[in-house]
């Protein structure tokens, strides 16, 4: 069975703190992706990884990092945590082609800011 | 830039009736298209999606969906609905640029509401 697990379901961060959201997938796959889900604006792309150590932006990687050192595993990085960022944070990784493939989700990680 | 346009951010229907969910994607070149559903408090999975070939696609759980190039729009029916389709749909659009990443742009959603 497929899987794509993000370590935490529910997160609550103080206002500037430094927030980790991982995300680890067992498929072998090159591409991941870190979306943020808002109620009435559907799924933002904040960041996307074709391969280890490669990074791209999305529509809004503004106070965003990733890291992605292993292909297994993709990493979120709030460097200072704000309330505007409290949200559904969604990790997705899917083979590499020429745009085909199915994305497979993890849960998603409900951060809140406070 | 691709985008895509899911007019109704709720949809309600009685069970057993039939539904529609309408999509419509903005792009001057060919398209990838997809249909996700995410139940209650869970990630997304896809429902189905048009690679190519017919532009009838069935999808799982009784859904399905028509390619439409020419309104550019791709929505999603199910002909009888129960209480367990109670979800929210996203669609979604990638191009065919080819590439090493598929990126996936998605619509804002629609809840269906299934009511007995």
């Known amino acids: 069975d497929v899987k794509v697990t993000q370590s935490s379901r529910y997160l609550v961060k103080r206002t500037g703190e430094k927030v980790f959201l991982e995300c680890v997938q067992d498929?072998?796959?090159?591409?991941m992706f870190w979306y943020r889900q808002d109620p009435g604006l559907g799924l933002r792309l904040i960041y996307f990884s074709y391969d280890v150590k490669m990074k791209e932006k999305g529509d809004i990687p503004e106070g965003y990092s990733v890291s992605r050192e292993k292909k297994e595993r993709f990493s979120l990085i709030l460097e200072s945590a704000s309330t505007n960022q409290t949200s559904m944070y969604l990790c997705?990784?899917?083979?590499?082609?020429?745009?085909?493939?199915?994305?497979?989700f993890g849960q998603g990680t409900r951060l809140t800011v406070v | 830039a691709q985008s895509v346009t899911q007019l109704d951010s709720q949809v309600p229907v009685f069970e057993e009736a039939p539904v529609e969910l309408r999509c419509n994607y903005s792009?001057?070149?060919?398209?990838?298209l997809f249909w996700y559903v995410q139940y209650p408090n869970q990630g997304l999975q896809l429902l189905l999606k048009?690679?190519?070939?017919?532009?009838l696609v069935k999808g799982i759980n009784g859904f399905e969906a028509e390619f439409n190039k020419s309104q550019t729009s791709f929505h999603l029916r199910k002909p009888s609905v129960h209480i367990s389709d109670t979800a929210e749909y996203f669609c979604?659009?990638?191009?065919?640029?080819?590439?090493?990443?598929?990126?996936?742009?998605f619509g804002t959603g629609t809840l269906l509401a299934v009511q007995p």
């Open positions: 498929m072998d796959h090159e591409n």
């Open positions: 792009s001057s070149v060919s398209v990838y």
């Open positions: 997705a990784s899917s083979l590499s082609g020429g745009g085909n493939t199915e994305a497979f």
């Open positions: 979604a659009v990638s191009d065919r640029t080819g590439g090493a990443t598929n990126k996936l742009i």
């Open positions: 048009y690679l190519s070939g017919s532009t």
